[in-house]
């Protein structure tokens, strides 16, 4: 499968300064990385009212949300569970995304 990375990931990331919050989103994303199919993608949850928008909890406190269309990946959000599903699935100017 193809992997996007939006620049809103990436900014998300380098505000997280927890070094095992960091290997895990790397580890996230190698698994992405190696998948030939959505279904094998560990901890993976369809958004309920948003087609093709999903979730990985990878951790406790932490979500990913990403958007898959065909065999493509886009990672789109990465934030704490608190605050991760009012970033997700719209962008910042509160438009639906893609």
């Known amino acids: ?3 996007e ?3 809103r990931f990436v900014k998300d990331t380098q505000k997280i300064t927890d070094k095992r919050i960091l290997a895990k989103i790397q580890q996230v994303l190698l ?3 190696q998948i030939e199919s959505l279904t ?3 901890d993976l ?3 309920s009212g948003f087609p093709n928008f999903y979730r990985i909890k990878f951790d406790y ?3 990913i949300g990403v958007y898959c269309e065909q065999e493509t990946i886009q990672f789109l959000r990465v934030g704490s569970r ?3 599903y009012k970033k997700i699935p719209v962008t910042d ?3 639906t995304q893609i």
């Open 93 to 95: 100017n509160n438009e």
């Open 5 to 7: 990375i939006s620049k």
């Open 45 to 47: 949850e369809e958004m």
């Open 40 to 42: 094998n993608l560990s």
């Open 61 to 63: 406190r932490y979500r």
């Open 31 to 33: 698994e992405a990385n």
């Open 1 to 3: 499968m193809k992997i």
């Open 82 to 84: 608190e605050s991760f």
